[in-house]
């Protein structure tokens, strides 16, 4: 075995990046420190030159900014018109995502990749459009400063003062095909900008002196180097690995990232970001969300929503635990998730309140074990700014949630109200007992007072509890009592402890509340998961999954909702029944079909039109895509919590695999068909290729000595030719009859003609019409002259006593009798079918009514064995059953049943005598 | 019997034309051929046909169109040619006025005796005249008697049972569907109850034949209709 060969996953999944690369469009980036060092200037460049190499080029988006030489180079260009949209009353210049994709050119240059689109715009930013032209196998130039990348952003703005907005997911650059650096000197920068050739004169001014300061351009173009040098080391170490050159031995790292409340949480994901970045490692972002952290305000709530949301654009996993303690959680976690190393951010108690209650740190640092811990320090309280930018606060709005203070004031207040009440009411209780018991009993009473209103209104009033309690107990029961005063200085130990437990009782029984509650939530929702998941398993057609998807769906997650799927040229189209009452109609189809030639989710909360009222998900199986479930949320907040968010995807895949077994299922139905038809169909070329042969060989041979020799044959030879040409094509008249009633009985093309019958009737007819074939066989008729009606097809019957004699024929030997009876049941009539041949070989009763099956292989008796498979079609599709066994005496006997209904009424005969 | 009759044959399958062709034309029969129903149709008002032989699966036109159009203008005696997979056009056809017809693949026989019969009838309707008695084997009806007998013995019949008989008598050898039964023997109104005719024609049976159920006069043409036998 040989350690050095590459890892054949690793291996295969480089060989499908590249496939989907093929497949997209190439991405290079024209990547600069800061404005002005020409980026722009450098990619038209660039695409002057694919044109001048006979490239399909078109400029989508190029920002001059009025500089001369750059307006010179985008001379000659074809520039695609840009879309004008109108915005609080001016008219915005934006790239027309559309028309790109309609105009379709080879390369596009799309300039500044951060830019914010107008709201409104399908996707909320331009790196967006740009992902979707590479999608579209269409090649793209663009531009970015090193301040936009997103995980370098917070540096950035440290280095500048300068926050900056538009921020593009370092996912983007990776994805690059190329990048290339564009770097100028921080003094011919400086130089250029003097001259007026970055920016519009009068802003110079003022842009150079909070910007374009020397250190801060060293600082930047430093990062911009560094981060080029970051990629150029990546694609190195790819190249290792895809030529097995593997000198350092690496493990598989895994981060865990560990964020609580409070904008310092965003540092740390950056942090454990660029260090996950570094280690090549993948990495996990947890929240633990303790009883504690349940009281936070809206605002903190939104912090941590944010910071998750934020973690999962950089390309981390992300988790929101539940438990009672932080660092246990944490640890027990990071151990089934195989963790390498856990990134915490530094302690913010200090001092004699670390060393009281201790740190998550240090608890973490203790239970960790093997697993390495880095701590990252506070960086600085300026990101706290981030909030009041505009992208962010849209987003709260879908991503606020409803919090804990939205409860009704009336009930707040009366929690208090009870505090108060609870208070007097144990110091009642209390009052009587002074007599008789201890006055540390009474204290009991008090306790049992503060857990009640713990236990049922949360901590205000069971603090408040707390402190009336020892309030109440001092004034009403210690010496000397109705005063405060205190004459034994015991007891304000007592008071002190009395306080101290009150609050810890009911500290912990309020956890245990939250606890609780949450379990509740819980397992509300592994419930709800459960019964769709079990109602879904027991659901046939596709129909009624989409049902039973929709009622769960709109149940769970208070929304109408509604599943899309594609019709057969892979547009999605409206259900086809009637909607039900939580169906959501107003679903845009376009955004839907978006959605799923994306494999991507859209509408409310997320990147791509986030405007809408609807989200749409992708129904993603392991076949490929499914269709789309469309979501109205009564509560869109609701929906944007992480948990939500997860159980929604569980809930998709669930609904997607659900109807991808229904599609599997009706794929293996018509699979099981085409073999059965194709079995049939070779068992009908060997009846044919046999039995048509036969009689056509000795009709070709007959007629064509009759042909030939006509002279030489005498009157007698002559008759006995033309009777055997005869007698042959009887034959394959015969067969011919039966694969064709065969074929239409299969094909279902037959609908009985249903009349009331008498079955003497039929018999006759059916003897009549066989007389030719009878004439060595006598038949006796042994039919009741009382037989009642039977309401059948007669022409169906009359072939199956007529295939029913012919087989008696065909297997008995002249001369023998045939019988035909028929007796009548309670409610059915049972015809028999008898003779006294040799009878049915044993074990083939049933067979013999197989489509294609013979008694005897050799075939000399002709026929195709289908005789007896009609009779069993047609019996069958009368209602009635057949079967053969063979008599005591000898024979075999074919018998059959045809259901008895009530017959008409018969008008009496004088009724009718004129 | 005159058989320098005139036959049309409109049929689409050139050697079924040719097989019908050579044997009526060695049984004596003037034979015209036709290919298409239309053809059939211009053929039958120039020549004044004494039948005609008529395909039901031509290729320009229904078969029971053809014998609509026919039936619109004149009573010339119609033998239809089907398939198996033609039963309802068989017996639309017959409903329409056709006289008889033959199941693909018949033989010789069966062609001329259908087509005697046919003959026949369609002369005896010319010349208006009528038999007073009808025999076949034993069975003997005086229509002017209104005296059924079999092998000399007089059979009692009911009055339905008789018209029943006397409308097979009328059109003897020729096939009489199940609906055309029903009109003459109960009236318009009766035309969809056929099992009032398979009723009557089981008692007519047990009162005539021998063996009930192997008829030797009282014929059942399954799924279109009865026929009464000639000889």
């Known amino acids: 075995m040989n350690d050095q060969r590459p890892d054949p996953d690793s291996l295969l999944e480089r060989v499908q990046r590249a496939e989907a690369r093929r497949r997209r469009g190439r991405l290079k980036i024209f990547f600069g420190a800061c404005a002005g060092v020409g980026k722009t200037f450098g990619m038209l460049l660039a695409a002057r030159e694919r044109r001048a190499e006979g490239l399909d080029v078109v400029a989508g988006y190029v920002e001059t900014h009025k500089r001369a030489e750059t307006e010179k180079l985008l001379e000659g260009l074809e520039i695609l018109p840009p879309r004008l949209v109108e915005y609080r009353d001016t008219q915005l210049r934006e790239f027309d995502l559309d028309a790109a994709l309609k105009r379709h050119p080879a390369l596009i240059l799309v300039d500044e990749l951060a830019h914010t689109n107008t709201p409104g715009s399908r996707h909320p930013k331009r790196w967006q ?185 950089l390309g981390a996993q992300t988790v929101t635990l539940g438990g009672r303690k932080l660092s246990e959680e944490v640890i027990a976690y990071a151990r089934t998730r195989n963790v390498t190393r856990i990134v915490l951010g530094k302690p913010t108690r200090s001092g004699w309140r670390r060393w009281l209650f201790g740190s998550l740190v240090d608890t973490v640092v203790r239970q960790a074990g093997d697993i390495g811990i880095h701590v990252v320090g506070k960086e600085s309280d300026f990101l706290s700014l981030r909030s009041e930018n505009p992208y962010f606060s849209r987003s709260r709005l879908y991503l606020g949630l409803a919090s804990e203070e939205h409860r009704p004031l009336i009930r707040w207040r009366a929690g208090y109200a009870w505090a108060i009440a609870a208070t007097a009411i144990s110091t009642a209780i209390a009052w009587p007992m002074l007599d008789h018991f201890d006055l540390a009993n009474l204290i009991m009473v008090y306790l049992l007072g503060v857990v009640v209103v713990a236990a049922r209104y949360g901590r205000g009033p069971s603090i408040l509890s707390s402190f009336l309690s020892v309030v109440s107990f001092d004034f009403f029961f210690v010496p000397p009592r109705f005063s405060f005063a205190v004459s034994d200085t015991q007891y304000l130990i007592t008071f002190a402890i009395m306080l101290l437990v009150a609050l810890v009782i009911s500290n912990m029984t309020v956890s245990i509340r939250y606890q609780a509650k949450i379990a509740g939530h819980r397992e509300r929702r592994i419930a709800s998961l459960y019964a769709m998941s079990r109602e879904l398993a027991s659901t046939r057609g596709e129909e009624n999954i989409v049902r039973i998807a929709v009622k769960h769906v709109a149940e769970v997650f208070e929304a109408q909702a509604v599943v899309l799927l594609p019709n057969e040229t892979g547009r999605i189209v409206y259900p086809k029944g009637e909607g039900s009452a939580q169906s959501c109609h107003g679903s845009d189809l376009s955004v839907a079909q978006w ?38 949320p009564l509560n869109p907040s609701r929906i944007a919590l992480p948990e939500q968010q997860r159980l929604l995807e569980t809930f998709t895949s669930q609904i997607a695999m659900a109807l991808e077994r229904v599609r599997l299922v009706a794929e293996a139905h018509s699979t099981q068909l085409k073999m059965e038809t194709e079995q049939l169909r070779n068992s009908l070329l060997s009846a044919i290729s046999h039995d048509l042969r036969t009689p ?144 049915i070989p044993a074990g083939e009763e049933q067979h013999i009514f197989e489509k294609f099956h013979r008694v005897d292989n050799e075939g000399n008796r002709g026929g195709a064995g289908l005789g007896l498979a009609i009779c069993r079609s047609i019996v069958e599709a009368h209602g009635g059953r057949i079967w053969a066994d063979n008599l005591p005496t000898g024979g075999a006997a074919f018998h059959f049943t045809l259901p008895l209904t009530e017959p008409p009424l018969i008008e009496h005969e004088e009724a009718h005598l004129s | 019997m005159n058989n320098s009759a005139t036959i049309i044959v409109i049929e689409d399958e050139a050697q079924i034309r040719r097989f019908l062709r050579t044997t009526l034309a060695s049984e004596g029969y003037k034979v015209i051929e036709a290919e298409t129903g239309k053809q059939g149709l211009h053929e039958a008002a120039m020549c004044k046909p004494d039948l005609i032989i008529l395909d039901l699966g031509l290729p320009d036109m229904d078969g029971v169109e053809v014998v609509k159009g026919l039936r619109a203008w004149c009573s010339v005696p119609v033998v239809i040619l089907s398939a198996r997979s033609q039963e309802s056009d068989k017996v639309s056809a017959l409903d329409a006025g056709a006289d008889d017809y033959l199941v693909k693949p018949f033989g010789v026989g069966e062609l001329l005796a259908r087509m005697r019969v046919a003959l026949r009838h369609g002369s005896s309707t010319t010349n208006g005249e009528k038999e007073s008695v009808f025999s076949a084997g034993e069975l003997t009806v005086d229509m002017v008697h209104r005296k059924v007998t079999v092998s000399g013995a007089e059979v009692h019949l009911t009055p339905i049972e008789y018209r029943l008989l006397t409308v097979l008598v009328k059109h003897a050898g020729k096939v009489l569907t199940h609906r055309l039964l029903l009109k003459e023997v109960w009236g318009p109104n009766y035309v969809e109850r056929a099992h009032y005719l398979r009723i009557y024609m089981g008692t007519l049976r047990h009162k005539l034949e021998k063996d009930p159920a192997r008829p030797r006069f009282l014929l059942t043409e399954v799924g279109v209709g009865y026929r009464l036998a000639v000889t």
Not at chain 1, 136 to 148: K, M, R, S
Not at chain 1, 600 to 626: C, F, R, V
Request: proline share 4%; charged share 25%; with cysteine.
């Open chain 1, 129 to 313: 459009d740009v992902e979707e032209l590479l999608e579209a196998g269409i090649d793209v130039y663009t531009a970015i400063n090193v301040q936009h990348i997103e995980s370098l952003n917070d540096v950035v703005s440290q280095i500048t003062g300068i926050p900056v907005w538009e921020t593009v997911p370092d996912s983007i650059l990776e994805s690059a095909n190329e990048i290339e650096l564009i770097d100028l000197p921080p003094d011919e920068l400086l130089q250029r900008l003097k001259e007026g050739k970055v920016y519009l004169p009068q802003q110079a001014e003022r842009a150079a002196q909070n910007f374009f300061r020397k250190g801060n351009l060293i600082a930047l173009r430093e990062l911009a180097l560094r981060r080029t040098a970051d990629r150029v080391d990546a694609q190195m170490r790819d190249y290792r690995e895809d030529h097995a050159i593997q000198d350092v031995w690496q493990v598989k790292e895994r981060l865990l990232v560990c964020i609580g409340p409070g904008s310092y949480a965003e540092n740390l994901v950056r942090a454990a970001y660029r260090l996950a970045q570094s280690l090549k490692a993948e990495w996990i972002v947890v929240y633990v969300e303790t009883a504690k952290l349940q009281h936070l305000s809206r605002e903190q709530r939104d912090v941590v929503l944010r910071t998750l949301k934020l973690a999962e654009e």
């Open chain 1, 595 to 632: 959605v799923y030639d994306h494999e991507n989710m859209a509408g409310q909360g997320t990147d791509t039109l986030p405007g809408g009222e609807i989200i749409y998900l992708p129904l993603k199986a392991s076949s490929g895509m499914i269709g789309v479930l469309a979501l109205l």
């Open chain 1, 696 to 839: 056509l060989a000795a009709i070709v041979g007959a007629s064509s000595s009759l042909v030939q020799d006509e002279d030489k044959l005498d009157g007698h030879a002559r008759h006995e030719l033309s009777q055997a040409i005869y007698d042959e094509a009887i034959r394959m008249a015969g067969l011919a009859n039966n694969l064709l009633d065969m074929a239409r009985l299969q094909a279902g093309a037959v609908v009985l003609n249903r009349q009331w019958q008498p079955l003497e009737e039929l018999v006759g007819g059916a003897l009549a019409g066989m007389s030719t074939h009878m004439s060595h066989h006598p038949v006796s008729i042994k039919l009741p002259r009382d037989l009642p009606l039977v309401e059948i097809d007669s022409l169906l019957i009359e072939r199956v006593f007529a295939n029913l004699l012919e087989n008696a024929v065909k297997y008995t030997p002249s001369g023998t009798l045939i019988e035909i009876s028929a007796a009548s049941g309670a409610n059915e009539l049972v015809v028999t079918v008898s003779d006294q041949g040799h009878g």
